[in-house]
């Protein structure tokens, strides 16, 4: 592996060559903006495969991508973006911050899903962004804003749909973005860290069951599970 480059709360970042860079997905599991923490064994397998078989739908979907593959079961081999340090969600049913900041009822449905932008700051525990703000930052311009919006629509579609066929509902989706020259392309992961999901009968697949201080084996069967529907 090469050099370190970088490194977040759950992930490292390697050189590789020219265009690439590696991601190695770790074992760490946070919440709080990284107040609470953990170490759930496998969870790096479980969270890159999953992303994986995310990223390689929205490809097949026309959705443009850092996804190349696999250098091994919890590394992934991906393009050289250059990252915005916004994180765009996209929400299906009200649960989770929202319904905290605004008059909106838990399971509250939205057609078509409400976008939000973030600014990715722990520190500030991740605050509301604008158009204006992302200008005024830098961050992003008007027309980079209206197109990631309109992507993550899209990727909120096509995961809802796919593992409605597998008997889940999606509640809301996380993307984050980067550019290689210019182009608007998804980054990071796709994973249970950055998504809700849940069965007909209300339980809890995702991050929220860590959050809400359930067992490590418990999140991780989860994990496990969900990543056993997905790859049917």
């Keep these: 592996m090469g050099e370190k480059l970088g490194e977040g709360k759950t992930k490292e970042v390697f050189d590789m060559d020219e265009d690439h860079v590696l991601l190695k997905f770790k074992d760490s599991i946070t919440a709080g903006d990284g107040l609470k923490k953990d170490e759930m064994e496998g969870k790096g397998i479980l969270n890159a495969q999953t992303s994986a078989i995310l990223f390689r739908l929205l490809e097949k979907e026309g959705i443009k991508t850092h996804y190349v593959g696999m250098k091994d079961e919890r590394t992934m081999i991906v393009k050289k973006l250059s990252m915005i340090p916004v994180e765009v969600v996209a929400r299906n049913i009200a649960t989770g911050s929202i319904v905290k900041r605004l008059p909106i009822k838990e399971g509250e449905v939205f057609n078509p899903p409400i976008v939000e932008f973030f600014l990715k700051d722990d520190a500030r525990h991740d605050p509301l962004l ?76 995702d991050k929220d069951l860590y959050r809400r201080g359930e067992s490590l084996e418990k999140v991780k069967s989860r994990y496990q599970e969900f990543l056993r529907l997905i790859s049917n």
């Design 130 to 205: 604008n158009y204006s703000h992302m200008e005024y930052f830098k961050l992003m311009n008007r027309k980079e804003a209206n197109e990631s919006e309109e992507i993550i629509k899209s990727a909120i579609n096509v995961i809802s749909d796919y593992i409605k066929k597998r008997g889940l509902i999606l509640f809301d989706l996380k993307l984050e973005f980067g550019r290689i020259d210019g182009e608007m392309i998804v980054g990071d992961e796709i994973s249970l860290d950055s998504m809700r999901v849940r069965s007909p009968n209300g339980d809890i697949y």
